[in-house]
């Protein structure tokens, strides 16, 4: 493999990048700051009916946009709704509406489509949520479960004035008040509701905007969820502060993929690894070439993927990035360096304060020296990364804005990092830097692990399986199928004679998501535990789905069928995928 060596007119260009985005959130400093929902007056102003959001069939203008986000403020504050749950699938409305009821000062959930049963009424009641505005579509899934708040289908939006919304009729919300929860699945548990300040929407927005150097001549393609915050807020707000559009699409194709872009006229697009694989693995498209992208910015996605999407595809740069929702740790590979989700460039290192440390990384128990303090990592070392928060020793350290589960909140902060007292927030994660300062993320620590850009938290699936008539006892953990990003999940029972496969697959489907449902399912007479009787996963997980004489089983989309040496060497080759 060449030896990736940016040329002096690269690191140029990466120094200007940082001071571009630096220099873009300077008004974030200033007294009058501003919230993404109140800048949309203005932005129509400058933009008019230049388009903003483009769905099937639906589209807004910055005109109608900016209007039809008033229109839906002055419902918000009519109703007197303070926490609104929203369960739409992706479409021009459903930006709208969350950017209508946060400028009204509300606090809007972004509920995961794919949830059901005890998980979707977690969500729910996480938010604190009096109301919930769903999509027609998905009232059966609503139905389906207990709440007491109230459903809206219908906005009642006829006869409120779209025009500015002056500050006497409606106060601005605090740049520091609560706009969005955004859930996320920890490392125990059921998802975590993120709290997403109005600062951060608006920091996220024209950050991504100077670092992806968008200009309102520039058109995003977004087909990942809206209820995610890389697809909902940072792809959105990036191209709407700096005057450019949004193609939304409900769901990613990799048949439709090259179409859609072309026919769109799309010059960027948001991705995450797994969009990536397929696309690099699908069969040419006669239109594979022929599109106006300059860029794709996203996560995830792999050195082979990533030489494969830009020769292949004639795509002139990919922007890997590593951020979490709640968390304080971002990295940009502004180099372009295949592989690598960042690096951080010397005069930036206090303004981005990161540290790997040693850690048990299935335990995720920090290592430290004999004064008490964390042990860093040498290059090439693998750790787990931490961010500094405000009372560390660093003095641009980020607030760390938490959970609505404040006891959640303070497990993810460790003290006495590199200093006594000092404060740090633990990503989870585990990774690499190299000499030459590139991050490269391995794997996520403990319960929690990627698929389908999805995370999924082994325990809510455990608790889901051992609903299963039969099923005594569950281990749930990720393993490596080759041609995937991320693991797959594989559970591994112990089952009573009253067990059935059909009972069990009934039982997946009616509790979890689709991506949350393992894939890879192993029968066996009994279970490894600790020498504190935990559950042990460490040999099942290194032994995965081929390397065991216990009946496995694969969960098709037919169902669970026998998994036997062809079907293994299938998922081998490619030819079957998982």
């Not at 024209?206 to 087909?223: E, G, H, I, K, S």
């Amino acid at each position: 493999m060449t030896e990736f060596a940016p040329d002096k007119a690269a690191r140029s260009a990466a120094r200007q990048t940082w001071i571009r985005a630096l220099e873009a959130i300077a008004v974030l400093d200033g007294e009058d700051r501003p919230t993404l929902a109140a800048m949309l007056d203005d932005l129509a102003a400058q933009h008019g009916e230049r388009s903003a959001l483009v769905g099937e069939g639906e589209a807004f203008s910055y005109a109608q946009l900016a209007s039809r986000v008033n229109q839906i403020a002055r419902w918000a504050q009519a109703e007197k709704l303070t926490a609104v749950a929203l369960f739409m699938p992706n479409c021009t409305e459903y930006l709208a509406i969350w950017l209508g009821l946060t400028r009204a000062g509300c606090v809007v959930a972004l509920i995961n489509t794919n949830l059901v049963g005890a998980t979707l009424s977690h969500c729910i009641q996480a938010a604190n949520a009096t109301h919930i505005i769903v999509a027609a579509s998905l009232r059966p899934t609503l139905d389906a479960i207990s709440t007491n708040a109230a459903i809206i289908e219908t906005l009642m939006l006829d006869g409120l004035s779209g025009e500015r919304i002056a500050a006497a009729e409606m106060a601005l919300p605090a740049q520091n008040a609560r706009a969005l929860l955004v859930y996320t699945s920890g490392t125990t548990g059921m998802p975590k509701a993120g709290i997403i300040t109005h600062a951060r929407i608006l920091e996220w927005g024209l950050w991504f905007a100077a670092m992806m150097n968008v200009t309102p001549d520039d058109r995003m393609y977004d087909c990942l969820p809206l209820y995610h915050s890389t697809g909902g807020i940072v792809a959105v707000a990036a191209m709407l502060v700096s005057g450019g559009s949004v193609l939304i699409r409900p769901r990613f194709s990799a048949s439709g993929f090259w179409d859609d872009v072309a026919d769109g006229e799309c010059t960027i697009f948001q991705y995450i690894g797994e969009l990536c694989r397929y696309l690099a693995g699908s069969p040419i498209h006669p239109r594979e070439r022929a599109h106006r992208l300059r860029l794709a910015c996203g996560n995830g996605m792999q050195g082979d993927v990533w030489r494969i999407v830009q020769e292949r595809f004639a795509l002139p740069q990919v922007l890997e990035f590593y951020a979490a929702t709640e968390g304080v740790v971002s990295l940009y590979n502004v180099e372009g360096k295949p592989g690598a989700i960042g690096r951080i460039p010397p005069f930036m290192a206090n303004r981005f304060p990161v540290a790997l440390v040693r850690c048990d990384p299935e335990t995720g128990e920090i290592a430290r020296d004999a004064n008490g303090l964390c042990i860093p990592c040498g290059p090439d070392e693998t750790g787990e990364a931490l961010g500094a928060i405000p009372g560390a020793a660093q003095l641009q350290a980020r607030p760390f804005d938490g959970y609505t589960d404040t006891a959640a909140s303070a497990k993810k902060l460790i003290s006495d990092v590199l200093t006594p007292s000092d404060r740090w927030f633990r990503t989870g994660d585990l990774m690499r830097r190299d000499a030459e300062g590139y991050f490269t993320f391995v794997d996520r620590i403990g319960d929690t692990f990627r698929w389908k850009g999805e995370n999924v938290a082994t325990t809510e699936v455990a608790l889901v399986l051992r609903g299963c008539p039969g099923v005594h006892d569950a281990v749930v953990y990720g393993v490596s199928v080759p041609g995937h990003e991320g693991r797959a999940g594989m559970a591994a029972l112990t089952t009573g004679l009253e067990f059935s496969l059909d009972a069990l697959r009934a039982t997946l489907k009616a509790g979890l998501p689709a991506y949350a449902q393992p894939m890879f399912v192993r029968l066996c007479k009994e279970l490894d535990v600790t020498g504190t009787f935990k559950l042990s996963k460490a040999r099942l997980a290194a032994e995965g789905y081929a390397n065991t004489s216990d009946p496995v089983w694969f969960n098709a989309r037919t169902g669970l069928e026998p998994c036997d040496a062809a079907l293994i060497a299938a998922i081998g080759d490619g030819t079957r995928r998982v």
